[in-house]
């Protein structure tokens, strides 16, 4: 029966990294060889396994033991997967992937609505398993410290206010000044790297498109600033807000505010 669980496992060559995320596993399935088989692979990769055959071995094992993640089977004797998901999660707020051989879409979705947090089908490639795995416990455990930042909306500077989502500039009075699509991006991307030299590459790889291809590279990113300093009320002839680096590029010389 353990034949039909895996697909064709990876050669010696494809061999899975060693993994320690010092997290335990439980395998609910009534096949021992099944069992034995996860748990074989999923011990190779770092994890602590546990296994158990049926609903009853699952919470004596839940309550004796602490549990990270559960890979239960969905077709079990007595109490099936689906009852024994729904009733996991009416007790604590452990993730869990369902296993079946079944691949109707209706087990599926039964699967997840009842709390499943992923959902494998037999035969699957040993490598696939591991990854839900990491994925899910990935989901549920990542400390929300490392969660991205939302990103600004708007940036301040020298009394300009850049809105991001509206993609419009306004002055300290409230005016909107009207940048087309290139001068916008070219402006984000100054306020985003404020205080740093860039280049005139860097400048003409975000806002190249706006100008004619008959211009040189120089000529291009000269007329680029130039139309950016008269949206911006900058002195061409001594400017202070976007300066000239001479042979290097250009600086945004101004504190930004991000919100």
């Known amino acids: 029966m353990a034949a039909t669980l895996l697909s064709a496992p990876a050669t010696h060559g494809d061999a899975m990294p060693a993994h320690r995320p010092h997290h335990t596993l439980l395998i609910v399935d009534d096949d021992v060889d099944i069992r ?54 009416a007790r604590r707020n452990i993730p869990i992937i369902m296993l079946t051989a079944r ?17 494998v089908t037999k ?13 899910v416990m990935r989901r549920a455990y990542s400390p929300l410290s490392v969660l991205e930042p939302p990103a600004p909306k708007r940036a301040t ?3 300009w206010t850049l809105d991001f989502e509206n993609r419009r500039l306004s002055d300290a009075k409230g005016r909107v000044v009207m940048l087309s699509g290139g001068e916008f991006s070219l402006l984000k991307f100054f306020v985003e790297h404020a205080n740093e ?17 008959s211009d040189s590279s120089g000529q291009r990113a000269d007329l680029q600033i130039s139309r950016l300093r008269q949206k911006l009320s900058d002195n061409a002839r001594n400017p202070d807000l976007i300066m000239t680096i001479r042979g290097q590029g250009y600086v945004l010389a101004a504190a930004v505010t991000f919100e």
Request: net charge negative.
């Open 36 to 89: 034995t088989l996860l748990a074989e692979m999923l011990e190779a990769t770092g994890y602590t396994v546990l296994t158990a055959a049926d609903g009853v071995e699952m919470f004596n094992a839940l309550n004796t033991s602490a549990v990270d993640l559960i890979i239960l089977d969905l077709n079990l004797p007595g109490e099936d997967g689906i009852s024994l998901c729904r009733e996991s999660r």
């Open 103 to 119: 691949g109707e879409a209706v087990d599926r979705v039964i699967g997840l609505e009842v709390g499943a947090d992923d959902y």
């Open 123 to 135: 035969p699957f490639e040993p490598r696939e398993l591991v990854a839900r795995v990491r994925s």
């Open 157 to 159: 500077f020298r009394g």
């Open 197 to 213: 030299v860039l280049t005139r590459e860097q400048l003409l790889t975000v806002a190249a498109h706006t100008v004619t291809a």
